[in-house]
């Protein structure tokens, strides 16, 4: 049945679409066209990414000065939340959760996957569109309402989930009625992945253009792949999970819970028992390890986009890098208890899982080299988006390098639970894969809107966000390395082995407010290039790869006429060619790779 | 680098071993990343499009990152195989045998830690969730001959120094951990679970535990209170106690 849709869609491509006339709601809201879909999953992905960032910005008020009334804001958090404007441990904890939540299942990875994804890799393989037009609109709805429930749950009794963005069980099971809105949320949210996933893996090998080997895909489209993969195997133990932890909740059941448990009053639990708490430990983490490289993997291959196009040259080791990349797709399977030492793990489980973590670290270091040895011998341009991703390379790499000491079971005896993981994963993910999301924004902007954005609004957001995010995250080390731990309301403040380092919270959280502040000059910019930016033809950054050849915004069916590819995707600077770009879909010109196909 | 890393006092007899992997692992992090920023440095000075207009198309031809690659491997399975395995294995599997040792159990609950001494008798009673009370926070079983000398302290641990110490590590409600930070101990107690965690106090003084998984609203004041005395002072402690339950 999927083959008849896909060959329809395909000849419905051919056809052109100029002939239809779409309505308004068709058009915009319930779009079938990827590329309208992927702007769809962008904006909201960003709102909800600095709505998420909001929730730390409040949070981090309270680490720096606990127990003092939150200015301004504090009035409008409920009597229920901050009374008197000073947030109950409750609030923090609801905040606590639902920031990483809302970062990682609603802000990143939609933006990612969702966005670029959708956006960029039809265009880059040069299809009309994705396999499944139709499924992908599914997808970003489940998203949607998935997010609307993640975000109605702040109003439900007892507020949003409040046993962290992990939900560990028992916790979570005897927690309040938000936790339930967001086991229902994150169905809608595993959905609406999983639906996306099956659409890239189609679309990636079914639709490229002739021509277009596994060997000439550019990097993203490869990053996205794999990610696709990731998604499809390791979100549906989650969802199974969310489901028993509903039926925990709900029914009575007792997955997750063993016998014998008390309340804090000391009242038993009315639990027939025989469940296991690690189990849900266990489902929880198959997916969310590999979650950790569908976060970083597309911001990976966005780099390496913008890097070849401004070196001006080949990426080097394209062959290794593809290769690490799916090793680093399977080995992201194989290494998730790593984030249960502290369980009772006993010495064989823990070397297995401790092996798989330090071989994962291989692939992770043969990407980052490439990437930095493809500079070497460039024609280096500074372009915003170059700018941002460049950063991400010393970024990722000190989040990369950070996860060794908790990678192994004998040192988390003192890292465990710490600012140190915070630190760690922040760099990976923040200065990491946001650094890279923003020169996405910047660097595929024209393709979208054919205008760029302010080039001086872009620098300015650049070193202030570069700047600031190193302020928010390098403290976190220095306090993790105290043994401070994390998710404590006050900070640590009581502990006398926080004393001395307690004073970086301070720090840390005038970053976060100055990060916020310099992101006010991105969502000016975003807004006001649509209209106002400064027109550019259809290959503004001299690059080589299909997308580069669809007019700027490309119209419902992307290509005026089919695209073909006849060489590699980084054909820059060939000897004897007469520009220093070949695109790949070029005719005449140098062909220094014999086709092959 | 341990000064520069600001790790807190070695206070048991392995800290210093699981600090000597952690500074290992920084100066293995520290030269990969001093040795990427020289290049990255580099190239973006040396290959700007204003001093190398034309990009080079083959770009590096040496095989030198393939070999520190190798060397990297190499460093990490030293440190894998060498250190961090065997020495998990010691925390885990190398329990000492319990005469000799100091053996307590430690009880987590929201969002307080209560520790249980044996007794002269050196067994430990019985405990119900039946029996839980505002003055019975744990169950003891009182009536149970084993239960009837125990020793139970809300928030304090007292041990003696230089002695192996076991705990049997038990949570009657959600997942806590226990984790006492100038001792490089940490133990997520799981219910459903009694895990033994042991390790040797080295140094006399006033330590703290603190709950290192988040366990609900109170997570962040679960702390407890560990006081590391002398022998003489330890037996004098459990003497003293003890006399206050036949008080009773």
């Not at chain 1, 596994?214 to 998604?231: E, H």
């Not at chain 1, 006993?346 to 899982?353: C, N």
């Not at chain 1, 630190?423 to 990976?428: I, R």
């Not at chain 2, 044996?118 to 009536?143: E, H, K, M, Q, V």
């Amino acid at each position: 049945m999927e083959n008849v849709t896909t060959a329809e869609q395909i000849a419905h491509a051919e056809h052109g679409h100029e002939e239809h006339t779409l309505s308004f709601l068709q058009s915009y809201v319930f779009s079938q066209d990827h590329k309208v879909i992927g702007i769809q999953y962008a904006i909201t992905a960003m709102l909800f990414l600095l709505f998420g960032f909001s929730l730390m910005m409040v949070m981090r008020w309270n680490l720096a000065f606990p127990g003092a009334p939150i200015p301004v804001i504090g009035n409008f958090l409920g009597q229920a939340n901050a009374p008197g404007g000073i947030m109950l441990p409750e609030f923090y904890n609801q905040l606590g959760a639902m920031h990483g939540t809302i970062m990682v299942f609603l802000g990143v990875v939609p933006l990612a996957v969702g966005g670029f994804g959708n956006f960029v890799l039809p265009l880059q393989i040069g299809a009309p569109d994705m396999a499944f037009p139709k499924l992908n609109m599914f997808s970003y709805w489940a998203f949607f309402l998935g997010g609307v429930v993640m975000l109605a749950s702040f109003f439900a009794p007892g507020g949003a989930a409040n046993s962290g963005w992990t939900s560990y069980a028992p916790l979570s099971v005897i927690a309040t009625q938000g936790q339930t809105w967001w086991l229902v949320g994150m169905v809608f949210l595993i959905t609406s992945s999983l639906l996306g996933a099956i659409n890239f893996i189609v679309t990636t090998i079914q639709l490229r253009a002739p021509g277009l080997g596994f060997m000439r895909l550019p990097f993203f489209v490869w990053a996205q792949l794999v990610t696709a993969f990731l998604l499809l195997l390791a979100f549906p133990p989650l969802e199974a999970a969310a489901v028993l932890q509903l039926m925990d909740r709900l029914a009575g059941t007792s997955f997750f819970m063993p016998a014998g448990l008390v309340t804090t009053a000391g009242v038993p639990l009315e639990y027939s028992g025989g469940g296991s708490p690690l189990l849900w430990q266990h489902l929880f983490w198959f997916l969310a390890h590999p979650e950790v490289y569908v976060l970083i993997l597309p911001a990976m291959g966005i780099v390496a986009e913008i890097i070849a196009n401004n070196t001006r040259r080949p990426l080097w080791g394209y062959g290794a890098m593809v290769g690490s990349l799916v090793f680093l797709g399977f080995m992201s399977f194989v290494v998730w208890a790593h984030h249960m030492f502290m369980t009772g793990m006993g010495t064989t489980m823990s070397a297995f899982f401790q092996t798989t973590t330090m071989i994962i670290s291989i692939p992770s270091v043969v990407i980052l080299s490439a990437l930095f040895i493809s500079l070497y011998g460039g024609s280096i341009r500074y372009p915003v988006s170059m700018l941002f991703a460049l950063a991400f390379l010393p970024m990722f790499g000190i989040g990369g390098l950070t996860g060794l000491p908790l990678g192994l079971s004998a040192p988390d005896l003192h890292f465990h639970d710490t600012y140190y993981v915070i630190g760690h994963f922040h760099y990976v993910v923040a200065p990491g894969t946001i650094l890279a999301l923003f020169a996405g924004i910047y660097h595929w902007y024209p393709k979208a809107t054919g205008r760029v954005m302010n080039e001086l609004l872009g620098r300015i957001h650049f070193w202030g966000s570069f700047i600031a995010m190193n302020v928010v995250f390098m403290p976190m080390f220095i306090i993790g390395l105290a043994g401070v731990n994390r998710r404590l309301y006050d900070g640590g403040m009581q502990y006398a082995h926080a004393q001395d380092v307690i004073g970086w919270n301070v720090v840390s959280s005038y970053g976060a407010w100055t990060l916020g502040f310099f992101q006010i000059f991105f969502i000016f910019n975003f807004f006001w290039s649509i209209r106002h930016g400064k027109q550019v033809d259809d290959n503004p950054w001299k690059a080589t790869t299909l997308e580069w050849q669809a007019p700027s915004p490309p119209p419902h069916g992307n290509f005026t006429t089919p695209p073909e590819a006849r060489r590699g995707p980084y054909e820059y600077s060939v000897p004897g060619a007469s520009t220093d770009f070949t695109m790949q879909g070029q005719a005449s010109g140098p062909d220094p790779e014999p086709a092959k196909v | 680098m341990l000064e520069l890393l600001g790790l807190p006092p070695q206070a048991s007899a392995h800290a210093a071993q699981i600090d000597d992997m952690i500074v290992m692992l920084h100066w293995l992090m520290l030269v990969l990343f001093v040795g990427w920023i020289i290049f990255f440095v580099y190239t973006l000075i040396r290959f700007r499009a204003s001093v190398h207009p034309k990009a080079d198309y083959q770009g590096v031809t040496s095989h030198t990152s393939s070999y520190l690659d190798v060397v990297v491997v190499v460093v990490e399975a030293v440190i894998l195989l060498a250190f961090a395995i065997p020495a998990w294995a010691v925390r885990v599997n190398a329990l000492p045998p319990e005469e000799g040792a100091t053996v307590v159990h430690v009880i987590a609950k929201q969002f307080e830690w209560h520790v249980v001494y044996p007794g002269p008798d050196g067994r430990f009673g019985r405990r119900d969730a039946s029996l839980i009370t505002s003055t019975n926070a744990i169950g003891l079983d009182r009536s149970d001959p084993n239960g009837a000398d125990d020793i139970h302290s809300l928030a304090y641990l007292n041990l003696p120094v230089d002695t192996p110490v076991i705990v049997y590590l038990t949570t009657m409600d959600v997942i806590h951990s226990f984790g006492i930070t100038s001792m490089r101990v940490k133990q997520d107690a799981i219910p459903g679970m009694e895990i033994p965690v042991w390790w040797e106090p080295t140094m006399v003084g006033d330590y703290e535990i603190n709950c290192s998984q988040l366990c609900g609203l109170g997570h962040y004041r679960m702390r407890g209170f560990v006081t590391i005395m002398t022998q003489a002072d330890y037996q004098a402690f459990l003497a003293e106690e003890g006399a206050k339950l036949s008080a009773d």
